[in-house]
C-alpha cells in the first residue's frame, strides 16, 4: 500500500492592515508557499479571543497562524499587545492541558513583509507537518459548559 504523506490544515488569523497586505503582496509577488493555509482576514489582531482559536481545533486544524502589525505600529495603538498576552495565554492553557503548544504560532508580519510572511507560512506549514495530525481537541458538552 502506497503512503500518504500529512499534508496539514492551518488556519491564518491575519489584520487587515498588515498581516494581510503582506499576503497580498506575497502572492502579487508570486512567491512560493503551500496551499495548506486558510486566510481569514479581520480588522486587528486584538480581536482574536481564545475561543476562535480553540473553536478552530475543535474543528479539524492542526495549526493555527495568527498575525498582526509589528508591536508599537497598531492601526488600533493596543491591539497587537492584546493579542500577545491572549497567546501566551491560550499557550498555558495548552501546555497544562498536555496540547502542543507548538501548533500555534503568533507572528509580526508589515505590508510590505511578502517574504516574511512567504517563509512563515513555509517555516509552520513544515513544522505541523512534521508535527502530525492533531490530536482532537474535544469541545466541552453543553450539559458540563452550563454547571
Known amino acids: 500500500m502506497k503512503d500518504i504523506q500529512f499534508e496539514p490544515r492551518i488556519l491564518a488569523f491575519l489584520c487587515n492592515w498588515c498581516s494581510y497586505a503582506g499576503a497580498d503582496l506575497a502572492g502579487v509577488s508570486r512567491l512560493q508557499y503551500p496551499p495548506n493555509i486558510r486566510i481569514i482576514r479581520v480588522m486587528c489582531s486584538g480581536t482574536i479571543s481564545p475561543h476562535h482559536i480553540f473553536h478552530a481545533f475543535q474543528n479539524g486544524a492542526d495549526g493555527v497562524l495568527v498575525a498582526g502589525c509589528h508591536i508599537g505600529d497598531c492601526h488600533y495603538i493596543r491591539g497587537n499587545y492584546m493579542t500577545l498576552k491572549r497567546i501566551k495565554f491560550v499557550e498555558g492553557l495548552f501546555s497544562m492541558a498536555g496540547y502542543n503548544p507548538e501548533r500555534l504560532r503568533l507572528e509580526w508580519i508589515s505590508a510590505a513583509e511578502g517574504i516574511k510572511f512567504a517563509e512563515v507560512v513555509n517555516e509552520f506549514t513544515e513544522k505541523i507537518r512534521n508535527l502530525g495530525p ?14
Request: charged fraction near 5%; aromatic fraction near 0%; glycine fraction near 8%.
Open 134 to 147: 492533531a490530536p482532537g481537541l474535544e469541545a466541552v458538552p453543553q450539559s458540563v459548559a452550563n454547571l
